[in-house]
């Protein structure tokens, strides 16, 4: 079983930035892909970012393109989110999730909240 660690969460104003770090470790071995999910209070997980260790590939949401930045370290399990010109919208749990063989394995959640 994988276990996952998120850390970086927290309260910034609005154009602030923070940066977000997930950690995993437990069975670990056939991890291809780690990202990124939020949920803010009444509305359904959207997809933010994902990034693929083979060739380094990242992906992300039509909402944050251009502001956001994922990035990994495939030797460590790690994955980073760089959240940069956040806006109140952006406030949300954010979710690591990492992927294996089967379904994705999802974090406890970080809470981000971006003042206006």
């Known amino acids: 079983q994988v276990q996952l660690a998120e850390s970086g969460g927290g309260l910034v104003q609005a154009g602030g930035s923070l940066r977000l770090s997930c950690a995993a470790s437990?069975?670990?071995?056939?991890?291809?892909?780690m990202g990124w999910h939020r949920q803010a209070p009444g509305k359904e997980r959207e997809f933010v970012a994902r990034?693929?260790?083979?060739?380094?590939?990242?992906y992300y949401g039509d909402s944050v393109k251009g502001r956001f930045t994922i990035s990994g370290d495939n030797a460590k399990n790690m994955v980073f989110l760089q959240m940069n010109s956040l806006k109140p919208e952006d406030t949300a749990i954010y979710y690591c999730?990492?992927?294996?063989?089967?379904?994705?394995?999802w974090g406890q959640g970080t809470q981000v909240t971006v003042s206006s």
């Open positions: 999730a990492v992927y294996q063989s089967g379904p994705p394995v």
């Open positions: 990034f693929i260790w083979t060739g380094e590939l990242a």
């Open positions: 437990g069975s670990t071995f056939g991890i291809y892909s």
